[in-house]
């Protein structure tokens, strides 16, 4: 059974500071990474992929994997109300299935002005 | 350039009857996606399909659910004689190619009554 973890969360986190989401995966044939965001009612966004280990930077947001341990994360630097919402990790398995996309249950994050 | 279009958004059916939901990729796209989200929940893969062929249908229950993406017109996604459980937000994504990003579009709510 391949899955997919995250805390629910509420994280709540104020404004201006650094928001951290978490995601393991249990199958080491793992190959790409994705998180997405949600806001309630609405459809997932894609924000980042990551396929390598290391860490990758767009704008505020920070992609960090780790395949040995099987992790990846999501760094929010100076986060901003309109960051609320749902955070969904999604992973591609190698193989048979590649192309489907594993959600974990989602981390929501609230931003506290 | 539009992005992956779903109709209708909300969608309420009774206790044995039929819905139906469409999809159309966005322009240049011609791999299908279909997930299901559970309130509470997470994203679940159904199906995964190409122009005039279901690719992947091992998410889907066996019974009451088909989906088709025929040469022309939108992906539809069908449950026949619907149940409460049935009851879920449905969303559809499309890739250029199969191992590319999967963009997904805004939903159809369903609610069984």
């Known amino acids: 059974q391949k899955e997919v973890e995250q805390n629910s969360g509420p994280l709540s986190v104020p404004e201006g500071a650094i928001a951290s989401l978490n995601c393991t995966y249990s199958d080491r044939g793992s190959q790409s990474f994705f998180w997405y965001r949600q806001y309630s009612g609405k459809s997932p966004e894609l924000i980042m992929f990551?396929?390598?280990?290391g860490d990758k930077e767009d704008g505020r947001f920070t992609a960090q994997l780790n395949k040995a341990s099987q992790y990846v994360s999501l760094l929010i630097r100076d986060s901003q109300p309109s960051d609320s919402a749902t955070y969904l990790c999604a992973v591609k398995y190698s193989g048979a299935g590649s192309y489907q996309l594993t959600f974990g249950k989602g981390t929501k994050l609230s931003v506290i002005p | 350039n539009a992005g992956v279009m779903q109709n209708p958004r909300h969608l309420v059916r009774r206790r044995g009857q039929e819905a139906r939901l469409r999809c159309s990729p966005m322009?240049?796209?011609?791999?299908v996606y279909w997930y299901r989200q559970l309130p509470e929940e997470g994203l679940k893969f159904m199906v995964y399909?190409?122009?005039?062929?279901?690719?992947?249908e091992s998410g889907m229950p066996k019974e009451r659910f088909s989906a088709e993406f025929p040469k022309e017109g939108p992906s539809i996604l069908r449950i026949q004689q619907v149940v409460r459980g049935d009851s879920a937000a449905y969303f559809c994504a499309s890739s250029r190619e199969v191992q590319e990003t999967q963009y997904f579009g805004p939903g159809t709510r369903l609610l069984v009554l």
């Open positions: 322009k240049g796209h011609s791999h």
């Open positions: 399909l190409q122009k005039e062929n279901i690719i992947d």
């Open positions: 990551i396929y390598s280990n």
